[in-house]
């Protein structure tokens, strides 16, 4: 199995397990894709941590042996399972952290940059190498958080972007020692797991849907999603909470 999961006190922990460097086969595409949209079954977990297994890469991007292996005919197909992993991932029902323990190269670099928030270890690198091997991909979803200038210099040279580089720019919201990179992602986990599962999934939902949207029309957008979270247990429990000064406590309706 090339994806481990495990689950605790409302976090979900998803390791890419495929060493050396979890490249990502067409299975491990679809195995992704169908556990990130199952994510709406899961009542118990409020966010997930997303990972690569060893020291080496976060993910080294598409495995190439497979690829080559593949013919013309083919990629239509693959590319489809492809967008709709990335798919799944962005549009999980709860929030999402990657925790980049290595390179994240090609799709390694998009699987990380659709999840909603980014931890990497300090040497960590972000690259697009899709020109060096006859590819091109990659650049719609990093154009969602990088300068045009940087991701075209990215994508054209094949060179990657160290970690101190991505949180200069905005793309990695911390960078830590390699050894305190799961501590960190876990108590920026806890932090998120202790809010109002309701609020994190509708949350969730309409930062999705608002983020191209002109600012009056996406903030009506918000406004129609806080209006049906006013109709919930946990919205009332939140505000009663913060009137009493005490800790909430969430049923999750």
Not at 144 to 153: E, V
């Amino acid at each position: 199995m090339s994806l481990l999961v495990e689950k605790s006190d409302g976090i979900a922990r998803i390791t890419l397990d495929r060493l050396p460097v979890n490249a990502l086969t067409l299975q491990l595409y679809e195995d992704i894709g169908d556990l990130f949209e199952e994510m709406a079954d899961w009542s118990d977990i409020n966010v997930a941590i997303l990972t690569g297994a060893g020291n080496r890469a976060f993910c080294a991007g598409l495995d190439l042996k497979e690829f080559l292996a593949a013919t013309v005919e083919e990629d239509p197909h693959r590319a489809k399972i492809v967008r709709r992993t990335f798919s799944a991932v962005r549009h999980a029902v709860i929030p999402t952290i990657a925790a980049v323990n290595g390179p994240a190269l090609g799709a390694g670099c998009v699987l990380s940059s659709v999840c909603d928030i980014r931890i990497a270890a300090d040497h960590a690198t972000f690259g697009l190498p899709e020109i060096n091997v006859g590819r091109c991909g990659a650049t719609a979803h990093m154009g969602r958080h990088l300068p045009q200038g940087l991701l075209r210099q990215m994508f054209f040279t094949g060179e990657p972007i160290d970690a101190n580089e991505a949180y200069r720019v905005g793309f990695v919201q911390k960078v830590v020692p390699a050894s305190e990179l799961m501590a960190a992602s876990m108590t920026l986990a806890e932090k998120i797991a202790k809010k109002a599962p309701l609020g994190l999934r509708v949350g969730k939902k309409a930062l999705n849907e608002v983020e191209f949207m002109q600012v009056e029309e996406g903030y009506e957008r918000e406004q129609s999603y806080s209006t049906q979270l006013m109709h919930t247990e946990d919205a009332r429990e939140a505000t009663r909470a913060v009137v009493e000064k005490r800790a909430p406590v969430f049923q999750g309706k």
